[in-house]
């Protein structure tokens, strides 16, 4: 199973909104709703920021929200702050019954 | 509030057998609600999904590694392993243990703290 593939890197300033695409293929983001999006700090564990596809779990804030079209998904951060610099990674369900991670965004809040 | 905690050599030698435990605390691994698994980042990249494990003993792997990978669950120690045999440098990772909801592994809404496994001679 090949990566979902992200933009390597991504920057914004405070304030500003960035967006991260996430493209798959027919055998996983076109074709379910089980994509999720997680942010990581250097050195620490991933967080779930976004489930199936724009869902966001309690205690995420409303600056983060997730959409999708076709075999691309999207997370969106508005109001960037210098926390929300990190690394971003989706990940899809696959028809293999796996699942698939990208590549990675390093997010640079200028 | 539920905590995963991994476990296990930091060194391993190559083509020995990488060996890991998941310790949940806070929640039962017998509930019907979710899998759990493992994942890996090697330094510097991305993360890899191993697998993941239903506490029914049920297990699902990557096909990359699934000849190598053996995930097992212990539900009277609340706790789940990892086995991954003829390690090389490029095992080299650290290894997360996780918690994924049902029925489609996703979301991975718990993550353990990670732990670095470097295989080296």
């Known amino acids: 199973q090949s990566a979902l593939t992200q933009p390597a890197s991504v920057s914004g300033s405070p304030g500003q909104s960035i967006t991260i695409s996430c493209t798959g293929t027919?055998?996983?983001?076109?074709?379910?709703?089980?994509v999720s999006w997680y942010q990581q700090h250097p050195g620490k564990a991933p967080k779930l920021m976004i489930s199936?596809?724009?869902n966001r779990p309690s205690g995420v804030s409303n600056r983060f929200s997730g959409s999708k079209s076709g075999n691309t998904a999207s997370l969106t951060i508005s109001g960037l702050q210098a926390e929300d610099e990190a690394d971003y990674y989706c990940s899809s369900y696959t028809s293999s019954n796996t699942v698939v991670f990208g590549g990675g965004t390093k997010l640079t809040v200028l | 509030q539920l905590q995963l905690q991994e476990s296990g050599p930091g060194l391993v030698k190559p083509s020995e057998t990488l060996s890991l435990t998941c310790t949940v605390s806070g929640g039962s691994i017998s509930s019907s609600t979710y899998y759990w698994g493992w994942i890996r980042q090697s330094p510097g990249t991305g993360l890899e999904w191993i697998g993941n494990?239903?506490?029914?003993?049920?297990?699902y792997y990557n096909p990359s590694l699934k000849s190598r990978v053996t995930i097992s669950v212990d539900t009277s120690k609340n706790q789940f392993s990892l086995k991954l045999s003829s390690v090389t440098a490029a095992d080299t990772a650290v290894y997360y243990c996780?918690?994924?909801?049902?029925?489609?592994?996703?979301?991975?809404?718990?993550w353990g703290q990670g732990t670095l496994v470097t295989v080296s001679s």
């Open positions: 027919s055998s996983d983001v076109s074709v379910y709703n089980y």
């Open positions: 996780a918690r994924a909801l049902r029925p489609r592994f996703s979301p991975i809404d718990s």
């Open positions: 199936d596809v724009s």
């Open positions: 494990i239903y506490y029914s003993g049920s297990t």
